[in-house]
């Protein structure tokens, strides 16, 4: 048998549906949301008369529009305030879980997946942030998505894929002193620049890789995920 990629694995695990030369169908494990990238998806779906297929695999939390102090008083800005409240009233008219600023589990939303073990290894995930690649630090494949997206999601589990290329960046040797995962990865885009791994999805090895905490991985895909 051919040797094959982790993400080529986890993409052949997920295919529902697939035509040569034609985008694939790809089952979405988790389906992350927050206040801003969703209103327009879940009016979509009233007009279209259509319910949220997998509302237990879908999760949201206010993260954009919140206060960094104060955060029970209510929002100053109006924009921001009728936000985070319509994304309180799309939650419970469509039966998905919400984390709101009462909540102990609110936060950052490419950071609560991995805290409420949500976020797995081998699982697809998709969010309407461009950050969402912070996940693939645990062996997702993960990626941010367009609103009319997310409502294609909300609406059926799936999503319609171009299959991306393959990159493998190595990362030989160990750490010397005072060399964080930042820099390491300020210096893989200095050497393919901010377009390198446009098409591609990348998977990162080598010792300086192997040594690197959850925490620091999470920042290798979060900061080198989002300029690709």
């Given at each position: 048998?051919?040797?094959?990629?982790?993400?080529?694995?986890i993409?052949?695990?997920?295919?529902?549906?697939?035509?040569t030369?034609?985008?694939?169908?790809?089952?979405?494990?988790?389906?992350?949301?927050?206040?801003?990238?969703?209103?327009?998806?879940?009016?979509?779906?009233?007009?279209?008369?259509r319910?949220?297929?997998?509302?237990?695999?879908?999760f949201?939390?206010?993260?954009?529009?919140?206060?960094?102090?104060?955060?029970?008083?209510?929002?100053?800005?109006?924009?921001?305030?009728?936000?985070?409240?319509?994304?309180?009233?799309?939650?419970?008219e469509?039966?998905?879980?919400?984390?709101?600023?009462k909540?102990?589990?609110?936060?950052?939303?490419?950071?609560i997946?991995?805290?409420?073990?949500?976020?797995?290894?081998?699982t697809t995930?998709?969010?309407?942030?461009?950050?969402?690649?912070?996940?693939?630090?645990?062996?997702?494949?993960?990626?941010?998505?367009?609103?009319?997206?997310?409502?294609?999601?909300?609406?059926?589990?799936?999503?319609w894929?171009?299959?991306?290329?393959t990159?493998?960046?190595?990362?030989?040797?160990s750490?010397?002193r005072?060399?964080?995962?930042?820099?390491?990865?300020?210096?893989?885009?200095?050497?393919?620049?901010t377009?390198?791994?446009?098409?591609?999805?990348?998977?990162y090895?080598?010792?300086?890789?192997?040594?690197?905490?959850?925490?620091?991985?999470?920042?290798?895909?979060?900061?080198?995920?989002?300029?690709?």
């Amino acid at each position: 048998m051919a040797h094959r990629t982790l993400f080529e694995k986890i993409w052949e695990s997920h295919t529902v549906h697939e035509e040569t030369d034609r985008p694939s169908l790809i089952w979405i494990d988790r389906h992350l949301i927050h206040e801003v990238t969703s209103p327009q998806a879940f009016e979509g779906l009233r007009m279209a008369g259509r319910h949220v297929r997998r509302p237990d695999l879908t999760f949201a939390t206010a993260d954009h529009n919140v206060p960094t102090t104060a955060r029970l008083l209510p929002i100053q800005d109006p924009i921001s305030a009728k936000q985070v409240e319509v994304l309180g009233r799309n939650c419970r008219e469509f039966g998905i879980t919400y984390f709101d600023l009462k909540s102990p589990h609110q936060g950052i939303v490419h950071v609560i997946g991995p805290e409420l073990g949500l976020t797995l290894p081998g699982t697809t995930i998709v969010c309407g942030d461009s950050h969402t690649s912070t996940h693939g630090a645990f062996g997702a494949f993960a990626l941010g998505i367009g609103t009319s997206e997310v409502e294609h999601v909300l609406a059926t589990q799936c999503l319609w894929l171009q299959k991306p290329k393959t990159l493998e960046i190595r990362v030989d040797g160990s750490r010397a002193r005072g060399v964080s995962a930042k820099d390491i990865v300020l210096s893989i885009i200095g050497r393919i620049g901010t377009a390198g791994g446009t098409g591609s999805v990348i998977e990162y090895r080598g010792q300086a890789i192997s040594e690197l905490s959850m925490e620091e991985r999470m920042t290798i895909c979060n900061i080198l995920g989002r300029q690709t």
